[in-house]
């Protein structure tokens, strides 16, 4: 089977390094602000990375996360990392607001109600501050991870 994760970007570049990479999910549309975090070498399991490798994998994921709150500043972030149908290590940031389609129950479930065109825009304008958010937030994150060497 093709994994697309390791053919693909997986959506837009943000961030990246030798190891890992941070995308803008650009496949859902329903949901402005969705990142995913994506391993670079195909790795089914996060129990395949090493003791170092998950700690600066969950360090990412945790910037992200700060980023997505200060930019979107939803009611709620989900992280989730399923890999059911992509097996590559990935972890998904999803801003979660009251009124979004799925609220409360998680983005793959049947849909509670719709979202206004105009809304998404509105989000979807937000987004676009991800990219320099998430470039700060990991650097803010290496530079405190280095004062504690």
Known sequence: MKCVFCSEDGGAVLWQDDVL????????AEYPG????????????????????????????????????RVMQPN?????SLGNMVPHVHWHVIPRFSNDAHFPQP?????????????LRSRAAQATLLHGAVREEIQRMTDSNSRLR
Do not use: Y
Not at 21 to 28: D, H
Not at 62 to 67: F, H, L, Q, T, W
């Open 21 to 28: 990479r941070v995308v803008l999910a650009t496949g859902e």
């Open 76 to 80: 709620k972030v989900n992280l989730a």
């Open 107 to 119: 983005i793959w479930a049947p849909r509670q109600r719709g979202t206004s065109d105009a809304l």
């Open 34 to 69: 969705f990142c995913r975090v994506i391993w670079n070498a195909h790795v089914a399991e996060m129990s395949d990375l090493s003791d170092t490798q998950r700690a600066h994998l969950m360090d990412v994921v945790v910037a992200v996360e700060r980023a997505v709150r």
